[in-house]
């Protein structure tokens, strides 16, 4: 992977970057890279875990995916 160093940033700049790693819990270079990815990368590319599964296709029922009865255990004898 190739490395990217940006030089010259205002301070502001590098504050709401740093408050915004924060808000969503990882570290500057890690917001950093995502908001480079959310920019330059095809909407098409990202999707979310939510229109992974809207667009799943409606099958089969609730019986289909019932768990099987537990099956009684044997008794062993040592």
């Given at each position: 992977?190739?490395?990217?160093?940006?030089?010259?940033?205002?301070?502001?700049?590098?504050?709401?970057?740093?408050?915004?790693?924060?808000?969503?819990?990882?570290?500057?270079?890690?917001?950093?890279?995502?908001?480079?990815?959310?920019?330059?990368?095809p909407a098409s590319s990202r999707r979310s875990l939510k229109e992974h599964l809207?667009?799943?296709?409606?099958?089969?029922?609730?019986?289909?995916?019932?768990?099987?009865?537990?099956?009684?255990?044997?008794?062993?004898?040592?």
């Open positions: 992977m190739a490395q990217l160093i940006v030089r010259n940033l205002d301070d502001e700049i590098v504050t709401r970057l740093r408050q915004r790693a924060a808000q969503h819990r990882r570290s500057t270079e890690a917001e950093h890279r995502e908001i480079l990815r959310q920019s330059l990368l809207l667009a799943m296709p409606d099958v089969g029922t609730d019986k289909d995916f019932e768990r099987a009865p537990d099956r009684p255990r044997r008794t062993v004898r040592l």
